[in-house]
């Protein structure tokens, strides 16, 4: 294997440039030709490619985002879109790919590579920590980290008003920054797509609070939760205690950006040199992890199809740290 390509996909997340350093400079270490992907699919469909040298990923490790951009691509979901991708790969002489992305990238590659017999690797790019086969995605830490210090400033004036707070968190299908984030910065109830929420229940605990002069509360809400964001919260909670100075909180895509923590960075890296090797060493359709501090490879269809329960006892613990 000589030239190979590498590419990201879906939803950016920090730590995704380091992520392509260490595929270009792996790659490049052993003799290998390495091509950028430009706009994930789309651009393999447009012929977006490009030769990349160690140059060209100098000073990026620190960088948020993706110099090499990402996007969704309807197009490459058709018959006709994986067949302008493969000629794409196949006039660039491109034998082999390290895909950087989320659940939507390795379903698709799973579709592309059923029909086209190119080697491909796959790195978990995502904030929200929602694939199996490894136990942190590339990302998750520094949105957690951003997560938490936003929460943290709201506290302040949610004491200095004596008010509730409302705040929602990305997290669609997984709850893994609003849980993290919300036991990290104490927040008095966590909501999540992984547990059924039952309003009453959270209704009746801030009445049970108000009775004891607790007067500021910090509700953390995951976005895919199934009663709803922060604006269902909000309004569920003022119809009931129409005196309360209630405010909700949209964190959003902040959580996306900013300089990737030195865990993703390092994460990114490891991930970034192993994927090189796995192609090396001829293996294909599967997603690099990190379990137990040691990596490991799990096959797409394994990962798309897998979900990382909620630990029971994290559940219970922030109903006994919030009294």
Known sequence: MMNIGVMTSGGDSPGMNAAVRAVVRT????????????????????GDIFRMEAKDV????????????????????????????????????????????????????????????????????????????????????????????????IRDTAEAHDRVFVIELMGRDAGYIALNSGIACGAEDILIPETETHINDLLDRIEADGRRKKTVQIIVVAEGDDFGGAAEVHAAITARFPALDVRSCVLGHIQRGGSPSYADRVLASRMGHAAVNALREGRTQVMVGIMNGEVVHTPF?????????????LIEMIRVLSI
Do not use: C, W
């Open 27 to 46: 790659g490049i270490y052993h003799g290998m030709n390495v091509f950028g992907i430009r706009h994930g699919y789309q651009g393999m469909i447009d």
């Open 58 to 153: 100098s000073n990026i490790i620190q960088r948020g985002g993706t110099i090499l951009k990402t996007a969704r691509s309807k197009e490459f979901m058709t018959e006709a879109g994986m067949q302008k991708a493969y000629e794409q790969l196949r006039s660039h002489n491109i034998d082999g790919l390290v895909l950087i992305g989320g659940d939507g990238t390795f379903r698709g590659a799973v579709s592309f590579f059923s029909k086209y017999a190119i080697p491909a690797v796959g790195l978990p790019g995502t904030i929200d920590k929602d694939l199996s086969g490894t136990d942190f995605t590339i990302g998750f830490d520094t949105a957690v980290n951003t997560a938490v210090s936003a929460i943290d400033k």
């Open 301 to 313: 269809a394994n990962v798309i199809k897998g979900t990382t329960p909620v630990s029971s006892d």
